[in-house]
């Protein structure tokens, strides 16, 4: 699945380089991303259009820091975006939330990413705090009631 990762990370530059500092990502930093999430206990999933992979989404039910379910990552692959993926990946997401009976989840986006702070207050996400991320990124932290 590293390779299918890579692909879809990669196909969005941008992301990757106001996360990670650079536009491309190696198989050898996708797999560590990986092991990470998974040692926190983390679900990770491939997105799937028919047999295309087109995005990865990424949750941690409890976040130690704060208690809250928090959604880690939602990527779509770039010739995927602005067709009503996310929208439906992220429909998908509630549909799981709901019957794990959460009230409430959180996420982090980077200050910088401009398309992301658009996507999620269109979803109705409202802005909780600003805090850094891995020490590094400031991110503003939205939650969302479902």
Known sequence: ???VEK???NSNPFFNLISNDKEELSPEEIKQEMLESQKIGAERYILQEEDHP???LEYLMNNPNDGYPWLGLLVIKKEYQSQGYGVQALQG???IM????VKAFRIGVIVENGPAHRFWRKQGFMEVTKKRWKDR???IVYEKRI
Do not use: A, D, L, P
């Open 1 to 3: 699945m590293i390779e």
């Open 7 to 9: 692909t879809i990370m």
């Open 54 to 56: 087109i995005g990865i």
């Open 93 to 95: 997401f509630y549909n």
């Open 98 to 101: 709901e019957e794990r009976q």
């Open 137 to 139: 990124k400031e991110v």
